[in-house]
């Protein structure tokens, strides 16, 4: 009976291991947007602002072109960017700024890179 018990525990951790090894990699959504017949369509613009410096020359056109944007801040950006947090902060009707989280840790439980971020790892790492 206990070899049977470490057999059966033997075959599920293989199994285990097997499956993870060979699960689907994520995709990875790209968008392609087809004007609308009656040109009235519309977009919704959204960036991720995610741990490297703002590019200027993106944030003056939004600017000057009066372009408004939702734009996702983590916590380590918003260290990096006081500047252009404070451009963003004088233009409250331009920009909105929500929470991507402190490090942006993509919630994925199993080691992998994902937009070549390195994952959580694990389902306790997620939780």
């Given at each position: 009976m206990r070899l049977l018990q470490k057999n059966l525990c033997m075959i599920a951790m293989l199994m285990a291991l097997l499956s993870s090894a060979h699960a689907a990699p994520l995709v990875e959504p790209t968008l392609h947007?087809?004007?609308?017949?009656?040109?009235?369509?519309?977009?919704?613009?959204?960036?991720?602002?995610c741990g490297g410096k703002t590019d200027t020359r993106i944030l003056s056109a939004l600017v000057?072109?009066?372009?408004?944007?939702?734009?996702?801040?983590?916590?380590?950006w918003l260290?990096?960017?006081?500047?252009?947090?404070?451009?963003?902060?004088?233009?409250?009707?331009?920009?909105?700024?929500?929470?991507?989280?402190?490090?942006?840790?993509?919630?994925?439980?199993t080691p992998q890179k994902v937009y070549g971020i390195r994952s959580a790892g694990s389902p306790e790492a997620v939780a």
């Open positions: 947007i087809k004007p609308a017949a009656s040109g009235t369509g519309r977009v919704a613009l959204t960036l991720d602002a000057d072109n009066r372009i408004p944007a939702t734009i996702f801040v983590t916590g380590i260290k990096r960017n006081a500047e252009a947090v404070a451009i963003m902060r004088a233009h409250p009707d331009l920009f909105e700024l929500e929470n991507h989280g402190g490090r942006h840790v993509p919630a994925v439980d």
